[in-house]
């Protein structure tokens, strides 16, 4: 094959374009790379023939580059399409096979390396645990050891302050009796924590029963109730929404008032001009009250109607009072008679009894 590309390239082309052995004719340079001998500049005459102006205008007007139309033993041969490299003509099942097994190394290398990575973590979170708690030990032990060395760093300056051993011993039983007094407050405190804690645990379990206990009667509710139910629930929620944000807002406003209030007080002209507002706001309810007493009072004919027709009813009520006392009076004069006479009945039956008692005296005698 190598042979073959040395002789073709080193082989003249005749005017018919097929290749000679020796000497090329007069007239015909040699080929000299890829490119096409000719008797005429190239553009000038069609290639292989012997002259002639090429037309203007259609395919043949369009300059043919010989540097792409390579020459072979054959002829001029067909422009190659160029290659971006090899390339698997057939994708067959074997294709597949091998990409699929490249993807999964892939993902296994990766998974490995993540593995790693999760080991490295775990094996840092324990020595980092482990140094934790070891820092919380050596913060206590330095507690300690700074209380230690707070009390002899005292002790030091007792010492150079010739200080007495009885001051000290009384200082002593001061601080003795404030760390005693100090812990059984703690061990109150302990103890109340402990029965708010369970009263908190006992209330939570109440919560819990309750709910459980209205989760069961809504649950033996009707369909209707049921959606009844939800409905006011909803609109509860909603209610609450709405009186947390008008309670903001109240707040707000109460801040506000407050904020006002204090810089009223600290000015005189803003204080005067408070009390000038609150007696304009009374005078302008007095005006509207005037206008509306005044829009309501009609035409002096009306005026005499009304008060004729007022007339009339308390007299009418007047009259009927005047009766009901007549009708009183008449009654309380019976009731008068009928008591006198039963005194009257009552003194007689009492002469009669005290009468009939000396008689059944004298007899006894």
């Known amino acids: 094959m190598a042979s073959y590309h040395k002789s073709s390239a080193a082989r003249p082309v005749s005017r018919g374009g097929?290749?000679?052995?020796?000497?090329?004719?007069?007239?015909?340079?040699?080929?000299?790379?890829?490119?096409?001998?000719?008797?005429?500049?190239?553009?000038?005459?069609r290639p292989g023939s012997?002259?002639?102006?090429?037309?203007?205008?259609?395919?043949?007007?369009?300059?043919?580059?010989?540097?792409?139309?390579?020459?072979?033993?054959?002829g001029l041969t067909g422009m190659k399409t160029g290659m971006k490299g090899p390339q698997r003509q057939i994708l067959d099942k074997s294709y597949y096979l091998g990409l699929?097994?490249?993807?999964?190394?892939?993902?296994?290398?990766?998974?490995?390396?993540?593995?790693?990575?999760?080991?490295?973590?775990?094996?840092?979170?324990?020595?980092?645990?482990?140094?934790?708690?070891?820092?919380?030990?050596?913060?206590?032990?330095?507690?300690?050891?700074?209380?230690q060395l707070a009390d002899y760093n005292m002790l030091v300056d007792k010492l150079n302050t010739n200080t007495e051993m009885e001051e000290v011993m009384n200082d002593y039983n001061m601080?003795?009796?404030?760390?005693?007094?100090?812990?059984?407050?703690?061990?109150?405190?302990?103890?109340?924590?402990?029965?708010?804690?369970?009263?908190?645990?006992?209330?939570?379990?109440?919560?819990?029963?309750?709910?459980q206990a209205a989760d069961d009667i809504i649950k033996n509710m009707s369909l209707e109730n049921q959606v009844k139910y939800l409905e006011m629930k909803a609109t509860n929620e909603k209610l609450l929404q709405e009186l947390d944000t008008l309670q903001q807002q109240l707040d707000s406003q109460n801040m506000k008032k407050e904020s006002m209030e204090a810089e009223i007080a600290h000015s005189q002209v803003k204080q005067e001009a408070v009390l000038l507002h609150e007696k304009l706001y009374e005078l302008e309810s007095h005006r509207d009250q005037m206008i509306a007493e005044d829009k309501s009072i009609g035409s002096p004919m009306e005026e005499r109607e009304k008060l004729l027709?007022?007339?009339?009813?308390?007299?009418?009520?007047?009259?009927?009072?005047?009766?009901?006392?007549?009708?009183?009076?008449?009654?309380?004069?019976?009731?008068?008679?009928?008591?006198?006479?039963?005194?009257?009945?009552?003194?007689?039956?009492?002469?009669?009894?005290?009468?009939?008692?000396?008689?059944?005296?004298?007899?006894?005698?």
């Open 18 to 45: 097929v290749g000679l052995t020796g000497r090329p004719p007069s007239g015909i340079r040699p080929l000299s790379g890829n490119r096409v001998a000719t008797a005429m500049p190239p553009g000038t005459a």
């Open 309 to 365: 027709k007022q007339v009339k009813d308390d007299n009418q009520e007047i009259a009927s009072m005047e009766r009901q006392l007549t009708d009183i009076k008449e009654k309380i004069n019976q009731f008068n008679e009928e008591i006198r006479q039963l005194d009257m009945d009552l003194e007689e039956h009492q002469g009669n009894a005290s009468a009939l008692n000396k008689v059944s005296k004298g007899r006894q005698t």
């Open 100 to 147: 699929l097994r490249s993807k999964i190394s892939e993902l296994t290398t990766e998974v490995n390396k993540l593995q790693k990575e999760i080991e490295m973590y775990n094996q840092e979170n324990s020595v980092y645990l482990s140094y934790e708690k070891r820092a919380e030990t050596l913060a206590v032990e330095i507690k300690e050891f700074q209380g």
């Open 50 to 74: 012997r002259g002639g102006p090429i037309g203007t205008g259609g395919v043949l007007s369009s300059q043919i580059k010989v540097a792409d139309r390579p020459v072979t033993q054959q």
């Open 175 to 211: 601080l003795k009796a404030q760390n005693d007094r100090e812990t059984q407050s703690m061990d109150v405190i302990f103890t109340e924590r402990q029965a708010k804690e369970k009263q908190m645990r006992s209330v939570e379990e109440e919560i819990e029963q309750e709910k």
